[in-house]
Nanobody, 121 residues
Framework: QVQLVESGGGSVQAGGSLRLSCAAS?????MAWFRQAPGKEREGVAQ????????YYVDSVKGRFTISRDTAKNTVYLQMDTLKPEDTAMYYC?????????????????WGQGTQVTVSS
């Protein structure tokens, strides 16, 4: 089992920045961020797979969000810059011991409780 604890959410004006953190109780090869806005399906935002060194981003955040890992701390970060009102959502950290297909929810067995991000215009 893996416990995931997110932090760093909050409220910010459009154009601002936030940095999310997710601390895992043990090392996992694949970690990702998903988000879910009210009335919408959960969607993948960014994914990092340390074994292959690959990262993936959903098109809507490319160039604005950056996922990074600190494997010594079993922590994944999501730096979010130039935030937009449409980025408002609950952000969830997810983890898998093995490679997960990009943004495939079913491939991630471990999930955090989420942290709220609100961007005002």
């Amino acid at each position: 089992q893996v416990q995931l604890v997110e932090s760093g959410g909050g409220s910010v004006q459009a154009g601002g920045s936030l940095r999310l953190s997710c601390a895992a109780s043990r090392y996992t090869s694949c970690m990702a961020w998903f988000r879910q806005a009210p009335g919408k399906e959960r969607e993948g935002v960014a994914q990092s797979h340390t074994a292959s060194g690959s990262t993936y981003y959903v098109d809507s955040v490319k160039g604005r969000f950056t996922i990074s890992r600190d494997t010594a701390k079993n922590t994944v970060y999501l730096q979010m810059d130039t935030l937009k009102p449409e980025d408002t959502a609950m952000y969830y950290c997810a983890a898998s011991f093995t490679y997960a297909r990009p943004f495939k929810i079913d491939d991630y067995p471990f999930w955090g409780q989420g942290t709220q991000v609100t961007v005002s215009s």
